[in-house]
């Protein structure tokens, strides 16, 4: 482990397992982007850890575009105060989670299968965290998040050295959808350079957010709001 994140032998060799898991759908299904479990474990799920800081010591928390289960399912692992719900609007990607989490007896994790703007509007409000990690642009993202997290709970996003640019148009809008200003963290993971930015959520998101299925993509949310 190259992070400050300390985990027990246990919970180092249930990620080092969930990495094979991982490594083992390479060819039927992209979960990840590398098949080597090694680079699986230094490139995803190091980098899901380095954030558990931001997390709260019980609650829900949701990991919105979860993908291969990436940081869910690591901080289901090492968090198991936290339940965690993954959600994916992919049938395939949903039933690979459900099998991996099963494999991996996690007891914590729930698995949805639904689009963020449909899930927003049967929970709302409900989570104490909401992350996203190699979903879409940032502007979307706090979109899909913002609605899905209750007042004094906490929005995360995994971003690169790139990430002021995309932040840019959004500054001193955050209110808009009831969040704080943005605190930003900086770490490595074996000598990349990565952030994390973090939102509290200091007030309820106004009900038109999230709006249709497809709408943050298509129109931003900050482009008209007055400054």
């Given at each position: 482990m190259t992070t400050n994140v300390k985990v027990t032998d246990i919970e180092e060799a249930a990620l080092r397992e969930y990495a094979a898991i991982l490594s083992s759908y390479a060819g039927r299904i992209r979960l990840t982007g590398p098949s080597d479990p090694e680079l699986i474990?230094?490139?995803?799920?190091?980098?899901?850890?380095?954030?558990?800081?931001?997390?709260?010591?019980?609650?829900?928390?949701?990991?919105?575009?979860?993908?291969?289960?990436?940081?869910?399912?690591?901080?289901?692992?090492?968090?198991?105060?936290?339940?965690v719900v993954l959600l994916d609007s992919i049938a395939k990607k949903c039933a690979a989670l459900l099998e991996i989490s099963v494999r991996l007896g996690l007891r914590n994790v729930q698995v949805l299968c639904a689009r963020c703007e449909e899930h927003a509007a049967e929970s709302r409000e409900s989570y104490s965290a909401a992350a996203a990690r190699a979903v879409s642009s940032l502007d979307v993202v706090l979109e899909y998040l913002a609605p899905l997290v209750a007042p004094g709970g906490r929005l995360i996003t995994f971003k690169g050295?790139?990430?002021?640019?995309?932040?840019?148009?959004?500054?001193?809008?955050?209110?808009?959808?009831?969040?704080?200003?943005?605190?930003?963290?900086?770490?490595?993971?074996?000598?990349?350079?990565?952030?994390?930015?973090?939102?509290?959520?200091?007030?309820?998101?106004?009900?038109?957010?999230?709006?249709?299925?497809?709408?943050?993509?298509?129109?931003?949310?900050?482009?008209?709001?007055?400054?």
């Open positions: 474990f230094r490139d995803h799920i190091e980098d899901s850890l380095a954030v558990m800081h931001l997390l709260p010591a019980s609650g829900r928390v949701i990991d919105v575009g979860s993908g291969g289960g990436l940081p869910g399912m690591a901080w289901a692992i090492c968090r198991p105060g936290l339940q050295p790139n990430y002021a640019e995309e932040m840019r148009p959004m500054l001193g809008l955050w209110e808009t959808l009831g969040l704080s200003d943005p605190e930003v963290d900086r770490y490595m993971v074996y000598g990349k350079e990565r952030y994390v930015l973090s939102w509290e959520k200091i007030a309820p998101t106004p009900e038109r957010y999230p709006r249709r299925v497809g709408a943050a993509e298509k129109s931003r949310w900050w482009r008209g709001v007055n400054r």
